[in-house]
């Protein structure tokens, strides 16, 4: 079982940055990132297979967000830039086993506590 847990959300202003880190410890294939924002599902903002080989992006965060991993630091990172108010959501990280192509996250069995994200207009 991987152990994951997220850091650097906090509340920001429409048009800024933030960068989510995710410590994990034991061994995962593919990681992402989720969110969920009030009153709507859990869905798919990122996912990466290791070694940056493949990485998949939400339509709603594509040239905005880039998802990086630093496997000598056992950390995942989430870079957030242009961020917008629609992005107010819990942000999770997740990890498989397994090689996974699809932003379901069914398919993602670890996954951590959540760090809060708020943009402001």
């Known amino acids: 079982q991987v152990q994951l847990v997220e850091s650097g959300g906090g509340s920001v202003q429409a048009g800024g940055s933030l960068r989510l880190s995710c410590a994990f410890s034991?061994?995962?294939?593919?990681m992402g990132w989720f969110r969920r924002a009030p009153g709507k599902e859990r869905e798919g903002v990122a996912v990466m297979t290791p070694f940056g080989g493949r990485t998949y992006y939400a339509d709603s965060v594509k040239g905005r967000f880039t998802i990086s991993r630093d496997n000598a630091r056992n950390t995942l990172y989430l870079q957030m830039n242009s961020l917008k108010p629609e992005d107010t959501a819990m942000y999770y990280c997740?990890?498989?086993?397994?090689?996974?192509?699809?932003?379901?996250?069914?398919?993602?069995?670890?996954w951590g506590q959540g760090t809060q994200v708020t943009v402001s207009s």
């Open positions: 034991g061994y995962s294939y593919s």
């Open positions: 997740a990890a498989s086993a397994n090689r996974i192509t699809t932003m379901d996250p069914t398919y993602f069995g670890d």
